[in-house]
């Protein structure tokens, strides 16, 4: 900040004491305003609040979802691998080709992931056999399954964008239910490119998220048996290009904004609570809740090649409530 002064103060040339005393003003105005540049640099480069970063050294890091035990996985998209933390280490739990995303668990405690570049759902043992779950909809092959979802009875739900760079899709792109027989079904064709997706704890909703139409999150009536209604634009969020989310307990709905550097958080009536403000170009991909009275949330940076961990202001659930 001395420098910045002096190099103001030897820019300002103005004889006689009014224009020294105009220097001078002038000299302490560019230093409040490159004190207040300095503040704002300086607080873009700061994780939020309570932040601890967990490990980081990934190419683009994604997907957490805690297992049962509370095990935290998450992977590397581009590193085509899934990792574990239990404790304080970081395992590699699964290696292969088929770019896994989103990850979720079911109450029996295999893990599932949505594996983009094979088009498919895999479901892992807790050794980390890998089988492909689930790899067409309707006869037709699935595109790049980005995200998913379990409800309370089972049933699967996983966006099914289309591929990168303008690829053709495949298969009608939305989000489609897999019932636990594994049926499949595509329920909904709304969102231009569904990305991250939540069923609330009551059972009666499900959101999803669109990156690419406006960025908005959508919103689908949920019946008891899983059967998916009309859905509506729920919450229009401008700009930013919302990524992975999760919902609390309470119901509140927490949207990753992966070009905005941010989460929001959103009512069950879809006002915006509050935000949590990351360093601009963090890449906040996904999130979730877990630790031992799930008040932690998991957050993965994919270009900062972090995952951290925030203290939350209220608690998640493990599963949605069997019904």
């Not at 300002?12 to 540049?37: E, H, M, T, Y």
């Not at 933390?85 to 295999?110: H, I, K």
């Not at 499949?184 to 139409?213: E, F, H, K, W």
Request: net charge neutral; charged share 20%; aromatic share 8%.
């Amino acid at each position: 900040m001395r420098g910045f002064a002096a190099t103001a103060l030897s820019r300002i040339k103005a004889p006689g004491a009014f224009d020294r005393s105009l220097r001078l003003a002038c000299a302490c105005g560019l230093i409040l305003v490159g004190q207040a540049r300095w503040e704002i640099e300086t607080r873009a480069q700061e994780l939020p609040a309570g932040a601890r970063v967990l490990a980081e050294g990934f190419l683009f890091a994604e997907g957490p979802a805690v297992a049962p035990d509370g095990s935290l996985y998450f992977t590397d998209v581009r590193g085509n691998r899934i990792h574990r933390r239990n404790g304080s280490s970081v395992e590699t739990f699964y290696e292969g080709p088929e770019g896994c995303n989103g990850l979720a668990f079911d109450r029996e405690g295999y893990l599932y992931a949505c594996a983009g570049a094979a088009g498919a759902i895999l479901r892992f043992t807790a050794e980390g056999a890998a089988t492909r779950w689930i790899d067409q909809v309707d006869g037709q092959p699935l595109n790049r399954p980005n995200d998913l979802a379990f409800d309370a009875r089972g049933n699967l739900f996983f966006t099914n964008p289309a591929g990168l760079g303008g690829a053709e899709p495949r298969s009608p792109v939305g989000v489609v239910r897999v019932r636990p027989d594994r049926s499949a079904a595509v329920v909904a064709t709304s969102p231009a490119y569904p990305n991250g997706i939540g069923v609330s704890p009551d059972g009666r909703y499900l959101y999803v998220n669109d990156t690419q139409g406006g960025s908005v999150v959508y919103r689908f009536p949920l019946s008891d048996d899983g059967e998916v209604g009309a859905g509506e634009v729920w919450v229009r969020l401008g700009a930013g290009g919302p990524d992975g989310m999760t919902l609390a307990a309470s119901g509140v709905v927490y949207v990753a904004l992966n070009l905005g550097a941010k989460i929001v958080k959103l009512s069950p009536e879809g006002r915006t609570l509050g935000e949590i403000i990351f360093p601009r170009g963090s890449g906040v991909t996904n999130l979730c809740f877990g630790g031992e009275d799930w008040r932690t949330l998991y957050v993965t940076l994919a270009t900062r090649r972090q995952l951290i961990a925030l203290p939350a202001d209220e608690p998640g659930f493990p599963l949605p409530p069997r019904r």
